[in-house]
Each structure stands twice: as C-alpha cells, then as structure tokens.
C-alpha cells in the first residue's frame, strides 16, 4: 500500500468518502482502517487513536505520517480523481483549508445528520463496499 487511511467507521459522511476512494483505487494503492476496530493498536502501535479521532490520519509506504487534508490530497492523487484538492494544498489557501477541515472533523457527526439523517453508523450499519 502507498497510503493506509485511518478513519472513523462511525462517521456516516467519511465512509462515504472511503468508498468513494476504494471505487477509484483501481490499482488498489489505498488501504483503509478504522480506527474503531478492536484490534487497531495491536496492528498499528504507533497510531494515537484519540488524535486520529480528531484528525485524519495516513501512513505512507515510506513510514511518514500525513494529517488532515494532506491525507485526502494525497489519497485523491493515487486515484488520479478529484484533481482540484491539490488547490487545498497551495501555500495560500492551506491554512484556510486546514481550519475549515478542523471545524468539519469536529462537527462530523452533526453534518453527517444534517446531510445523510444519519449522525453515526451503528455496527454493520454502514459497512464499506
């Protein structure tokens, strides 16, 4: 895997993106882990599961983290699909970008409600496909 994403499998709107990315990861470069899994400390002892519950967390290949929105540049860029993010990254825009996706990963769950009805997944409720 060139990127492994962990994201929260409780979020209803960020599995809706992880699916997004597997249907486009035709190449299978993106490895996906939710951070709820039982296991995930076993398999990943380096992962802060309390930080990447407040910000999204990728692990390259290379054994360097990414956070936030430098995870989905860097995921959408594997898939060659959604090629405006990269703007997100341009020095003057980024920090606006950064703050706006602190806000959302803070309220996730309210805007997964306003825009899904949904504000978590129960187990099995909103499985990947």
Not at 9 to 28: A, I
Not at 38 to 67: E, K, S
Request: aromatic letters at 10%.
């Amino acid at each position: 895997m060139e990127l492994t994403i962990f994201y929260d499998g409780t979020c209803p709107l960020c599995l809706n993106e992880m699916q997004q990315l597997k249907r486009y990861d035709s190449l299978n470069r993106i490895g996906l882990e939710d951070i709820n899994a039982a296991d995930i400390n076993q398999r990943f002892p380096d992962l802060d599961v309390v930080q990447a519950n407040t910000i999204l967390h990728g692990l390259q290949a290379d054994g360097t983290w990414l956070y936030g929105l430098d995870v989905t540049a860097k995921a959408w860029g594997l898939t060659g699909k959604h090629g405006w993010i990269k703007m997100l990254r341009l020095p003057v825009i980024k920090p606006v970008a950064d703050l706006a996706y602190l806000a959302f990963a803070r309220n996730r769950y309210r805007i997964s409600y306003l825009l899904t009805g949904k504000k978590r997944c129960d187990t099995g409720s909103c499985n990947i496909k």
